[in-house]
């Protein structure tokens, strides 16, 4: 694709604190993609590494580079808030700054969102990473109902992780979400998207996410996010209580609703939260643990060593041509 001006832009939001080398890795990400009408919006959370050195001397070269040093580090979700804030492109995407793109994930994106005017959201699935290695691969989601809160109910009721919050976004509509330094603000973010416009997954990798974030556990990650700290022992009760709120009065987004409405959706997201967490997930932890002490391989572990396998093929096969 070409890096025409009749391009729309992409900001790309990259919040950082005190993760230079990781940060440098990130950047080298966009900078590798084959659309390059964008913008890379970095704010900086008062970081007391050399963030400050590499990022002065990247805008040398590189005029895409948006820079923003913030005198005290004011927060997690604050830095991520941020960053959107900044943004002036059309379209719009999270890049933590320990994480990776594909060489190709922004363009597949913008030619979806470009031909599809009623989706919200795109993405595809999601690599986490140790040290290069693979340990688990997430698959993005579809919610292409016609009816908005239904569309949004149906996030809340199959929601497990929240790596979709790193899909590309239309600006705007992203720009009305609130932002809350709280567990669960992830799923609450994206479930505004769901109710804003369609989402949809692209079937390929387009995003590589490091397993030793912020987020590599719940009682490090309430920490961050300044949350009590039996919130770190209760995270989905966490999420589902506030999805009362969130749909029933707090979020903007849902204001063309009767209050009532909103209100009754709220109680049905917590709801379904709950449901799908004590009725879906626990009994498949429960089961892949019995499993495993039998020595028996879960459905996923299976599917895991052949995806693991084929990717070692394909790596002995590039790696022979």
Known sequence: MSSSNHLPIVSVGVPSYNRVESLERAIDSILAQTYQHLEIVISDNASTDQTEDYVRELMKRE????????????????????????????????LADD????????????????????YSLVSGDFDLVDEGKLIFRELAVDYGGSIPILRTLKFYAEVTLGSIFHGLMRREQGQRIPFYSTLGAAWHFVASLVYQGKVKRLDFVGYNKEAGGVSAGFHGYARNLGEKKIWGYFPILKAAKDTISEIGWSNRVYHDLNPLVRVIAGCAGCLLILGHYGLVIKPRTWAG?????????????????????????????????
């Open 63 to 94: 005029p895409r580079v948006r820079y923003y040093r913030q005198p005290v580090n004011f927060g997690l979700a604050r830095n991520f808030e941020y960053v959107l804030e900044k943004a002036t492109g059309k379209y719009f995407i999270f």
């Open 99 to 118: 994480d990776t793109f594909e060489p190709e994930t922004i363009e597949k994106y913008v030619d979806f969102m470009e031909a599809n005017p009623d």
């Open 289 to 321: 643990k019995i499993l495993r002490t039998l020595h028996i391989k879960t459905p996923n572990e299976r599917r895991f060593q052949k995806l693991t396998t084929n990717l070692s093929q394909e790596q002995k096969t590039q790696a022979s041509s």
